[in-house]
């Protein structure tokens, strides 16, 4: 049940960026900047809404589906661990979702042990 929560939780604050596909404003709110006014930008910000949607509803999923959980976890990982180092660590304070990236990494890998280590 506490993995299933945690997905939940987490699927659900890693999709909330696609309101930039809807509402490119809210890129202001997320990530403190305006809305560019370069196209290809905007769009590139537009999609990664999208991308972190999908994400976020893979996440979702595995906690419905036990067998999900070690590949939607491994991505979620990957694409966070990624964010993260290609920012820097002297640079977290930069980005609002840099410390729910880290926070979120470690409930993943939390996840992950418990479905590694379950002997049912």
């Known amino acids: 049940m506490l993995d299933r929560i945690i997905l939940v939780a987490l699927g659900v ?3 909330t960026p696609i309101a930039a596909l809807f509402v490119p404003a809210s890129l202001t709110t997320a ?20 991308l972190q949607a999908a994400l976020g509803a893979a996440l ?8 999900a959980r070690i590949p939607a976890a491994a991505a979620a990982i990957v694409t966070k661990a990624t964010f993260l180092a290609v920012l820097g660590p002297g640079r977290f304070g ?9 926070a979120a990494i470690v409930l993943l890998v939390v996840v992950v042990a418990r479905r590694k280590f379950d002997t049912r």
Request: hydrophobic fraction near 55%; proline fraction near 10%; glycine fraction near 8%.
């Open 13 to 15: 604050i890693t999709a």
């Open 94 to 102: 930069d980005a609002p979702g840099a410390l729910f990236d880290v």
């Open 60 to 67: 979702v999923w595995a906690a419905f589906q036990p067998l």
């Open 31 to 50: 990530y403190g900047m305006a809305v560019p006014s370069d196209p290809m930008t905007l769009a590139l910000l537009q999609h990664r809404g999208m």
